[in-house]
């Protein structure tokens, strides 16, 4: 389907479970915005569900996009915010770089050159962890990297877990 500017687009996946419960994932493309809305909910699994926090990881290869893949590798970059306060891996490492953040985050964002795909969470609750991995022997793959957060179960059971992804120019 073609979502024009003014335009919006839901899609909502659901796994029916047994006794009525289920989980939904849905998904909100609007015609003329690089965000694309995102909420996880559920029905009847209180109770079934635990009230520890749920785990979100998000790994990606970034693929080659210029000509040049050593200048792309040193501009790929992991990023985040928390509290307000930017902060990123190691830009020029080509080697693998992980750092533990203490606390909940903001945003997290996989920066290539010119393009940027971000999760934007409203509400996370623990420690977040991101990483990023070069292969200088790979011609296709500029960096691997991840990201990881708590989530907390209690939207999950409750109203939804709602978060926003950005895909778009820097």
Do not use: C
């Amino acid at each position: 389907a073609t979502v024009g500017e003014g335009d919006s687009l839901m899609i909502t996946f659901t796994a029916a479970l047994s006794g009525g419960r289920e989980i939904r994932q849905v998904y909100k493309i609007a015609g003329d915005s690089y965000v694309v809305g995102y909420q996880l909910s559920s029905t009847g699994l209180v109770g079934l569900v635990d009230n520890t926090n749920l785990d979100y990881t998000w790994n990606a290869d970034l693929y080659q996009l210029e000509k040049d893949i050593t200048e792309e590798r040193l501009r790929t970059n992991v990023m985040y915010s928390q509290n307000n306060s930017d902060s990123e891996l190691s830009q020029r490492s080509t080697s693998y770089e992980e750092e533990k953040i203490e606390g909940p985050i903001d945003w997290i964002s996989f920066h290539q050159k010119f393009f940027t795909s971000s999760v934007i969470p409203e509400k996370t609750t623990g420690d977040a962890k991101i990483s990023m991995e070069g292969n200088e022997g790979d011609m296709e793959v500029v960096r691997a990297v991840s990201a990881a957060f708590e989530l907390p179960s209690s939207d999950f059971l409750g109203e939804g877990i709602n978060m926003r992804y950005y895909f778009g120019p820097n």
